[in-house]
Structure formats: structure tokens, C-alpha cells
């Protein structure tokens, strides 16, 4: 399974049923390259991957708005974090905050 879940069709970014759209979203491959694959492979005579399109777009659960709106927010709530740490990973790195530990240390002393 992969990191970003079951695969569900992605309507909302997609342009005809969401495949290439929903596949994208799966693995993290911008959509474009999968709409080029899908066309150059049936021009080259793969017919079979319409076919293939059509079941797919039809069989498979589109992914659902409270789904995305979820996934939305723990990336939003990430970010925070993300950004909350960056700012203490650059207070606790810096000169400033070296010369005073070492005065609290010779307070200490």
C-alpha cells in the first residue's frame, strides 16, 4: 500500500473521469506524464488502454471531499510544525545563542 493511501479518482483535478488525476495524487507524478503515456501508448497501438481507462474511471471510488479536506489539514498542521522548528533550529544555531550558555555557564561556576 502506499504511503498516500487507496487509490480513488481525483474528479476535481481530473480532466475526463480523474485516472490520470487520481494516479498522480497516488504516486506523487505530476498527471501530465500520465495523460502523455496513456496517449502515446494508444497511438502506438494499444488500444487496450482505453479500455483499461474507461474501466478504471468506472470501477474505482472517487476520492472523497471530507477525504481531501483531511489530508488538507494534517498538511497545513505540518507545515506549522515544519516552520516552528526551522525558527528553534535557528535560535538554538546561532552565535547568540552560544555566548549565553557559555555566560550561564561561567554563572554557574
Keep these: 500500500m502506499s504511503p498516500r493511501g487507496t487509490f480513488r479518482l481525483d474528479r476535481r483535478n481530473g480532466r475526463f473521469l480523474g485516472v490520470c488525476a487520481g494516479l498522480a495524487r497516488q504516486t506523487g507524478i505530476d498527471a501530465l506524464w500520465f495523460r502523455v503515456a496513456f496517449v502515446v501508448g494508444t497511438l502506438a497501438g494499444a488500444g487496450i488502454l ?25 498538511k497545513g498542521r505540518l507545515e506549522r510544525i515544519d516552520r516552528r ?20 555557564a561561567l554563572d554557574r561556576s
Excluded: Q
Design 50 to 74: 482505453v479500455l483499461i481507462y474507461l474501466a478504471v474511471g468506472f470501477l474505482a471510488d472517487p476520492l472523497m471531499e471530507a477525504e481531501d479536506n483531511r489530508l488538507g489539514e494534517l
Design 85 to 104: 522548528l526551522r525558527a528553534i533550529e535557528a535560535r538554538v544555531t546561532s552565535p547568540a545563542f552560544r555566548v549565553a550558555r557559555e555566560i550561564d
